[in-house]
């Protein structure tokens, strides 16, 4: 009976181990795939540079190296800005160094005045992602992302990641546009590190007692457009009609935060 037992607990053990070796190979595949993929993102920007420098398609490469020539070949054939596109990500992913057990990836992000670039390592232990280092904030939750998205291809996980990046510098990029383009109708703009939560209080010019309140609040990371909008429009009832109010309300959850308060600055003025 003990034999049995025994003979049982090895045939789990040994059925765990080979999983977990073949989640490795997984992981190891997935990072050869993205390096694959790096290598054709810079021959084609290469190419595409060239191209917009009025070089024929022809003279680009006319080397002696068959696998060169080989790849510029296949990348006439590629739909050029849709495959950069996918290659490149929603937030400009790049694949800055990889080894068998280790990947860091930087992503670059631009929404109007704002850019910003972060990077993140990551290890393959225990058959499973782990973050060994990032610059990206802490609010975006690479670890917890990495282990709820484990299902998923690895390219997949950096796009995810990315997309809730991209997410953020957009918010952050719409907010600091309206603190330069609108400073003059400002006296309160205050947003949480996130960006999800924002605070505006707008005033009448020449006006500082004629005051209107703005509380937004976007409902995840990656919202690009808020879920609550709330306007307190104070002692400026006697100025503004309330379905200027409303409009305003439905423009911010329908618009980008920049465009909707510019249209409302005539109201102000």
Not at 67 to 73: I, Q, S
Not at 74 to 79: E, S
Not at 174 to 203: G, P, R, W, Y
Not at 233 to 259: A, F, H, Y
Request: proline share 3%; net charge neutral; hydrophobic share 40%.
């Amino acid at each position: 009976m003990n034999s049995l037992v025994a003979l049982s607990e090895l045939q789990a053990a040994k059925k765990e181990k080979l999983q977990k070796k073949s989640q490795c190979e997984e992981i190891k595949s997935q990072l050869i795939k993205i390096s694959q993929l790096q290598e054709k993102k810079k021959l084609l920007a290469s190419r595409l540079v060239l191209l917009s420098q009025g070089v024929n398609a022809a003279d680009i490469y006319a080397g002696p190296d068959p696998r060169v020539r080989e790849l510029y070949n296949n990348l006439w054939d590629l739909k050029e800005k849709l495959s950069a596109y996918r290659i490149i990500g929603p937030c400009g992913i790049t694949v800055v160094e990889k080894t068998t057990d280790q990947l860091v990836v930087s992503f670059t992000s631009m929404w109007l005045h704002v850019t910003e670039a972060f990077t993140l390592r990551v290890k393959v232990s225990e058959s499973q992602l782990k973050v060994a280092s990032t610059t990206i904030p802490y609010f975006i939750d690479v670890q917890s992302l990495l282990e709820h998205s484990k299902h998923l291809s690895l390219s997949q996980q950096m796009d995810n990641i990315g997309h809730k990046i991209n997410a953020y510098i957009r918010r952050k990029g719409e907010l600091d546009f309206v603190k330069k383009e609108l400073e003059s109708f400002l006296t309160v703009c205050e947003s949480d590190e996130a960006v999800t939560n924002v605070e505006l209080t707008l005033n009448k010019v020449c006006q500082n007692d004629k005051k209107m309140f703005i509380y937004i609040i976007y409902p995840t990371m990656d919202s690009l457009l808020p879920e609550t909008v709330k306007i307190a429009i104070g002692n400026l009832d006697d100025t503004l009609d309330q379905g200027v109010i409303t409009d305003l309300g439905t423009q911010l959850k329908e618009q980008p935060l920049s465009i909707a308060l510019s249209t409302f600055v005539p109201f102000l003025t």
